[in-house]
């Protein structure tokens, strides 16, 4: 059966108990990306931290940066 333009089908009815499991399954789906987002999250921020660390004993052991010269503009 082919549809013509502007045909459509109405969606098929879900009964209770799907409805309930779809639901339950999103319910646990959700709470597992949460928590997955939390771990890459906490993961992330311990990176961060170690890189600024290694990144601050650089610095610390090649001294103070040297201020670079502005150039003046001319016209």
Known sequence: ??????????PKPISKAER?????????DAVKAMSEHA???????QNRERLKAERLAREAV????????SKAKTK
């Open 39 to 45: 771990l890459a999250e906490q993961a992330f921020a």
């Open 20 to 28: 309930e499991a779809r639901k339950a399954f999103r319910q646990v």
């Open 1 to 10: 059966m082919t549809k013509t333009f502007g045909e459509h089908q109405p």
């Open 62 to 69: 090649a001294g103070p940066v040297p201020k670079k010269k």
